[in-house]
Structure formats: structure tokens, C-alpha cells
């Protein structure tokens, strides 16, 4: 495992895989579940042309409350979170597909 493979499983170990689960993995998980649940998260994907399963890349949207204001009455915001591409896939307009997605554009 060379330097490259190093910086690849300290990336993993981030967002708290490859690993032992944490307890802030664990909240994490719970947290998704429940806005899937409740449709306050929506996630949006590329899968991979060729290997079932895999995602080159991703998006996500999550639905907050805020205080209402005469622009927005219902006090809802989106937050664009965790957009991600796979190296490889980079200057393929994957990153794009997603956050027209997850934007409402398509």
C-alpha cells in the first residue's frame, strides 16, 4: 500500500467507513434513515455504466425549517450536501446529473 493508498483510506475513515462504527457514524446513519423517512433527505446518484452497484456519483439534499420570511411563507430551506465524484469519472458530467437533480433540474 503506497502513499496514494494511504490518503484513499484516510478519506474512507472520514466519512467513517472502513472502519470500527463510531458513535457518530451511528447518528449519521439514524439521521439519513430518518430524513429518508420523513423526506427531509433526498440523495441522487450516478451508477456506474458497467459495475452494478457502484456509484461514481452522489448528491444529497436535506429540507430544514427556518423562521418564515414574505419570500419563502412555508420557512422551508434546501441544503445541497455531500456531492462527490469518483476520480475516474471526473469531466464526464456526472457531478453535473446530480446537482441538477438534486436542484429540481432534472
Known sequence: SGPQDQGHQ??????????????RATEARTRL???FADESVAAFVVDHPSIGGRCVASAAVSLQPQLPIPGNPGG????VQWVA????FRRHGC???????AVGGG
Open 10 to 23: 484516510r478519506r474512507r475513515d472520514a466519512v467513517g467507513r472502513g472502519r470500527e462504527d463510531t458513535a
Open 33 to 35: 434513515a430518518s430524513g
Open 76 to 79: 422551508i430551506v434546501a441544503y
Open 85 to 88: 465524484t469518483d476520480p475516474e
Open 95 to 101: 457531478g453535473r446529473v446530480v446537482i441538477r437533480a
